[in-house]
T-cell receptor, first 116, second 111 residues
Framework: KAGVTQTPRYLIKTRGQQVTLSCSPI?????VSWYQQTPGQGLQFLFE???????NKGNFPGRFSGRQFSNSRSEMNVSTLELGDSALYLC???????????????FGQGTRLTVV | DAKTTQPTSMDCAEGRAANLPCNHS???????VYWYRQIHSQGPQYIIH???NNETNEMASLIITEDRKSSTLILPHATLRDTAVYYC????????????FGAGTRLTVKP
């Protein structure tokens, strides 16, 4: 079974530009979450999508947005890029089941975004 | 979600057991303890999780104290490939993936 796939792996953008990152979850997984990882702030939760609906959102400005498609693939967009947006952006998918208990999240390799 | 406290770094000799502690003194009754690890520049990898009983899988064992205020991840025979940052996370059991990662423990396995 293929893992979580994120594209592109590396990206260089200029301040003020916008960027779109893509995430394909594991087949059958309906929940997709996004995280930002920087040396200073560590891993921080951005948002989670399930069945094309945003279910949860972290403490990030409105420049960060996302969406999920009917096939569970997800994209995140960052507009008006700032130098501080340089980070590793990670996507995680999970098999969201009903009832009690939790399911583990599987992470992709991430997209390393550099803003110059 | 409850806050966790982990040592910043630890060393372990190759072939020996690595015991990584985590304090989560404010954990709630419905919060699970999860462990992930992140090898340099890769995405975090799920290791194990538990609620109150000790758990074991092919990667590791998880020992949770009776009061659930702390836990220990045990890698029984550490190898050089286990060098990574290990994150202990507590999560409410409602299937969301809003995980609050702390700084984790940087484990270095030495030959």
């Amino acid at each position: 079974k293929a893992g979580v796939t994120q594209t592109p792996r590396y990206l260089i953008k200029t301040r003020g530009q916008q960027v779109t990152l893509s995430c394909s979850p594991i087949s059958g997984h309906r929940s997709v979450s996004w995280y930002q990882q920087t040396p200073g702030q560590g891993l921080q939760f951005l948002f989670e999508y399930f069945s094309e609906t945003q279910r949860n959102k972290g403490n990030f400005p409105g420049r960060f947005s996302g969406r999920q498609f009917s096939n569970s693939r997800s994209e995140m967009n960052v507009s008006t890029l700032e130098l501080g947006d340089s980070a590793l952006y990670l996507c995680a998918s999970s098999l969201k089941s009903q009832g009690t208990g939790t399911t583990e999240a599987f992470f992709g390799q991430g997209t390393r975004l550099t803003v110059v | 979600d409850a806050k966790t406290t982990q040592p910043t770094s630890m060393d372990c000799a190759e072939g020996r057991a690595a015991n990584l502690p985590c304090n989560h003194s404010t954990i709630s009754g419905n919060e699970y303890v999860y462990w992930y690890r992140q090898i340099h520049s890769q995405g975090p990898q799920y290791i194990i999780h538990g609620l109150k009983n000790n758990e074991t899988n092919e990667m590791a064992s998880l020992i949770i104290t009776e009061d659930r205020k702390s836990s220990t991840l045990i890698l029984p025979h550490a190898t050089l490939r286990d060098t990574a940052v290990y994150y202990c996370i507590v999560r409410v059991a409602h299937n969301n993936n809003d995980m609050r990662f702390g700084a984790g423990t940087r484990l270095t396995v030495k030959p």
